[in-house]
């Protein structure tokens, strides 16, 4: 193959097992790709070429050596700054943890390692996952490789652009409230959020702890499932962590761009479309549902009224529960510290300059939400408007076997176009926020190019709990039929990036 880049992690895999291309000269490839573009795309916050060479060299020995390797073994992958990575810098994209490297691994970064993938480095992110853009880096934006003028969606844009920008083949995002999902939509990607509890969360720096999940990104979707099976399992450094064997992605992702899909009801959720979605969104989603029904699903409307207010039960939840997470950055334990004369002053001062103004937002937000007072008003409202999301899930999976919606709103948006305006931004999460809140699995793949733009649409795929394998069935048929009526996978129709001289 010319441009190594190009391909997909599965043929990376096979490629090395050939004996055709080396774990070095694919890593190399990535590493020279990043020097040539992240100028511009900013996806990475660290590169760690002496790293990811050193594994690369000892993949390649073992292989020479007749050595039995993982599937992934050699495959180069990125990782979202918001896993603690030991020897590389971990900031969750936010200036209190500036220069701060950890000294030991998440449970995650461990099995990559274990799974003898190189490490390229780690990748930008909305700071604490706190974002929809990736704008509210403390470290400068990302850009969106299909126009360096839009946002790459957030909170984990570095993840994606570094597959749109072809700087990597394979990334880890975490998904709090689609942070996963959200990106992989406007980048022309693949984002999966597994099952709450799926993937363990030891290790990765806590935004909401009872809405986080760390999942694959990827450009096809049997790379996400491949890197899904390297990812999951029990954990029991982790008390959240699923006791359950890990799903069979991977077969479920073959079955599905073998087989036809009769027999399979596949569910439009109602309230998740109309007023707000742009009109090219909207066209490509019911194309890829008549590209679904060709293959033989049968296609059903299901209600889920309480979704109507999921967005404002997110986000009494979600800073609540920053707001405590993020009470130890206290310019004690970790991080940036501004000198002052009292542990008081020295705490206001280092958390005034260490946190950008969306994470003081947040957590003011949370910390009046939990106060005495309002406690059962607002936070406690807002989980019982989860308990009925859970039951509109529930009541909807007896009609259908997944339920599916666009992944977002619109195409993305242009950098700056909604700083000023909070809830315009929190809108762009608004079919992707539910998943979260019932801990149900959801995948994101794409469906086209808006015709009044020329920019990636999603389409979301939503399983009951434990029910991953699903998605990936239904994803992966649809991803066939789709590229063959486009001739080839959405990512191959980004335009091309000028590289820097």
Not at 73 to 89: N, Q, S
Not at 90 to 118: C, F, H, N, Q
Not at 338 to 360: C, I, L, N, P, Y
Not at 400 to 429: H, I, Q, W
Request: proline share 6%; aromatic share 6%.
């Amino acid at each position: 193959m010319a441009d190594w880049t190009r391909a997909s992690a599965a043929q990376m895999a096979a490629a090395m097992k050939a004996g055709e291309v080396t774990s070095v000269e694919l890593t190399q490839a990535h590493l020279d790709r990043i020097a040539a573009v992240d100028g511009d795309v900013h996806a990475f916050l660290h590169v760690d070429a002496e790293g990811a060479l050193a594994t690369a060299r000892e993949v390649d020995a073992a292989r020479a050596a007749g050595e039995e390797l993982p599937p992934l073994a050699g495959v180069p992958i990125a990782v979202k700054d918001i896993l603690v990575t030991k020897g590389m810098p971990t900031t969750a994209g936010s200036r209190i943890l500036e220069g701060w490297e950890p000294p030991y691994d998440a449970t995650v970064t461990r099995k990559i390692r274990e799974a003898r993938m190189p490490i390229l480095g780690k990748t930008n992110m909305d700071e604490f996952a706190m974002g929809s853009s990736t704008e509210h880096s403390g470290y400068g934006p990302t850009r969106n490789p299909w126009d360096l003028d839009r946002i790459p969606g957030g909170s984990g844009g570095g993840s994606a652009a570094s597959l749109a920008a072809w700087e990597a083949p394979l990334a880890i995002g975490s998904d709090t409230g689609g942070s996963i999902r959200q990106p992989a939509s406007v980048t022309g990607t693949v984002g999966v959020k597994p099952t709450y509890g799926g993937v363990s969360r030891y290790g990765a720096i806590a935004l909401a702890s009872s809405l986080d999940q760390l999942g694959p990104c990827a450009r096809t979707v049997e790379d996400a499932a491949l890197l899904h099976e390297v990812m999951g399992g029990h954990d029991p450094m982790d008390a959240t962590s699923l006791d359950e064997p890990v799903p069979s992605c991977v077969d479920a992702a073959r079955q599905g761009r073998e087989e036809d899909l009769a027999g399979v009801r596949i569910g439009v959720i109602k309230e998740l479309s109309g007023e707000g979605y742009q009109a090219g969104v909207e066209q490509r989603f019911e194309e890829s549902l008549e590209l679904l029904k060709a293959r033989g699903a049968e296609v059903v409307e299901v209600s889920c009224p309480s979704f109507e207010y999921a967005l404002a039960a997110y986000y009494l939840i979600l800073p609540s529960e920053a707001s405590s997470n993020l009470a130890k950055f206290d310019s004690v334990r970790f991080g940036l510290r501004v000198e002052k004369a009292t542990v008081e002053r020295t705490m206001g001062a280092t958390r005034a300059e260490g946190f950008g103004d969306e994470v003081k937002r947040r957590i003011i937000l949370g910390t009046y939400a939990l106060s005495a007072g309002y406690y059962d008003a607002y936070y406690g409202s807002a989980q019982k408007v989860r308990t009925l999301i859970q039951r509109d899930f529930a009541a909807a999976f007896e009609q259908a076997d997944v339920l599916v919606s666009p992944t977002t709103p619109t195409t993305p948006f242009k950098l700056g176009e909604r700083l000023d305006d909070p809830l315009a931004m929190y809108l762009n999460d608004v079919a992707t926020i539910p998943a979260n809140l019932a801990g149900i699995p959801g995948l994101s793949l794409p469906s086209g190019t808006a015709p009044e733009d020329g920019l990636p649409t999603g389409f979301q795929i939503l399983a009951p709990a434990h029910e991953d394998a699903r998605m990936y069935r239904i994803g992966a048929a649809l991803e066939k039929a789709l590229a063959e009526q486009w001739g080839g996978h959405l990512s191959a129709q980004a335009p091309e990036l000028e590289v820097a001289q």
